[in-house]
């Protein structure tokens, strides 16, 4: 099985500052077709997770953007690049490339300072 | 508009059975994977199980592989997990997704099993 590990665990950021997190898998998430099937999740307190970005840097429709992928291979990132309150949440990376199994990172929290 | 909605969750006992089941609407179902996500209390996302559009191949968590069985009615644009054997372990939030790269979740349907 693919394991993700994401880090930092717990993020706090300033209003308005960036935010980075870091995904990296246990064998490169290249799929045969060509291409990367590494996702993005944010949920918020008390909400469903929601799809922010998926195949490593392509946004979701109404995503804003400000959240930004990027990575290759077995290393990704998730950056936010002014956070704002509504951010709030635990982001969660996700590989669809190597399945079944299907696995998620253990989630990083995001928290103001 | 694309809505997926669970029901069928609630608090049962260990060693009992349950159907989740998922109504989907806004596209069309019966081409697309559908997935079952779950989230224990206070933990992180666990895949559960895909069934791929049309009835086709089906996939499992090694967690459940044996105890769980997903299944699909495309005529009625409605997903399901049947659930036997209830441990106190599966005690979580069920989501249902679209597809099986999570583009769209419903609110999840809670299933607590306790004595």
């Known amino acids: 099985d693919v394991v993700m590990t994401q880090s930092p665990l717990s993020l706090p950021v300033t209003l308005g500052q960036p935010a980075s997190i870091s995904c990296r898998s246990s064998?490169?998430?290249?799929?045969?077709?060509?291409?990367?099937?590494l996702i993005w999740f944010q949920q918020r307190p008390g909400q469903s997770p929601r799809r922010l970005i998926y195949?490593?840097?392509n946004r979701d429709s109404g995503v804003p953007d400000r959240f930004s992928g990027s990575g290759s291979g077995t290393d990704f990132t998730l950056k936010i690049s002014r956070v704002e309150a509504e951010d709030v949440g635990v982001y969660y990376c996700?590989?669809?490339?190597?399945?079944?199994?299907?696995?998620f990172g253990q989630g990083t929290r995001l928290e103001i300072k | 508009e694309v809505q997926v909605l669970e029901s069928g969750g609630g608090l049962m006992q260990p060693g009992g059975s349950l159907r989740l089941s998922c109504e989907a609407s806004?596209?069309?179902?019966?081409?697309?994977?559908m997935s079952w996500v779950r989230q224990a209390p206070g933990k992180g996302l666990e895949w559960v199980s895909t069934?791929?559009?049309?009835?086709?191949?089906?996939y499992y968590a090694d967690s459940v592989k044996g105890r769980f069985t997903i299944s699909r009615d495309d005529s009625k644009n409605t997903l399901y997990l049947q659930i036997h054997s209830l441990r106190a372990d599966d005690t979580a939030v069920y989501y249902c997704?679209?597809?099986?790269?999570?583009?769209?979740w419903g609110r999840g349907t809670l299933v607590t099993v306790s004595s």
């Open positions: 997704t679209k597809g099986h790269h999570g583009d769209y």
């Open positions: 806004g596209f069309t179902f019966s081409t697309y994977a």
């Open positions: 069934i791929r559009g049309s009835g086709g191949s089906t």
């Open positions: 064998q490169s998430l290249v799929y045969s077709d060509g291409n990367t099937y």
């Open positions: 195949q490593v840097s």
């Open positions: 996700m590989q669809a490339t190597h399945w079944p199994p299907i696995t």
